[in-house]
């Protein structure tokens, strides 16, 4: 057979080069990790969104709870 001749691989060379998946279990594979893909950026997003948005709320408290402590530190002298 000549190296510019075109021929239909066979099932086994097809196995080799597609690495025994086929079309719709690649597709199928894509479509279930691309969701899962999509809902843990989702879940980042929000997650660093509440943190900004909290952060000054935990900032306050902590320094209210700070003063708090330094007021019970300063009854014991």
Do not use: K
């Amino acid at each position: 057979m000549d190296v510019s001749e075109i021929r239909t691989l066979s099932d086994e060379e097809v196995g080799m080069v597609s690495g025994g998946t086929t079309y719709d279990q690649a597709y199928e594979s894509f479509i279930d990790y691309g969701s899962q893909l999509g809902a843990a950026v989702g879940a980042l997003l929000a997650g660093s969104y509440t943190s900004t948005a909290l952060s000054p709320t935990f900032a306050l408290n902590f320094v209210d709870s700070f003063s708090d402590i330094l007021e019970g530190f300063s009854s014991l002298s």
